[in-house]
C-alpha cells in the first residue's frame, strides 16, 4: 500500500498504530522484524473484530502497510 492510498490523517494513525506494535513486542522481549509486527497486528484486528470500524480500518490499513 502506497502512502497516497490514505489521507494525511490516516497515514499519521496507522504509523502510530505500527510504532505501537513495535514498542509492545521490544517491551516483551520479541524481535520487532517485518514478519513479527504483521502476525502482532493481524492477532490484533482477530481480537478486537467487534472494535469500532475506525479501529478495524485503521488495523488493515496497518496490515497492509507492513505486509512482509
Known amino acids: 500500500m502506497k502512502r497516497d492510498v490514505l489521507n ?11 510504532g505501537d506494535a513495535v514498542i ?5 522481549g520479541h524481535d520487532t522484524k517485518r514478519d ?3 502476525d502482532l ?3 490484533t484486528r482477530h481480537h478486537r473484530a467487534r472494535s469500532e470500524r475506525d479501529e478495524q480500518k485503521m ?3 496497518a496490515i497492509r ?3 512482509p
Do not use: T
Not at 8 to 18: A, L, N, P, T
Open 41 to 43: 497486528l493481524k492477532r
Open 36 to 38: 513479527e509486527i504483521f
Open 59 to 61: 488495523l488493515e490499513h
Open 8 to 18: 494525511e490523517d490516516d497515514y499519521d494513525e496507522v504509523c502510530r498504530v505500527i
Open 24 to 28: 509492545m513486542l521490544a517491551e516483551a
Open 65 to 67: 502497510l507492513i505486509k
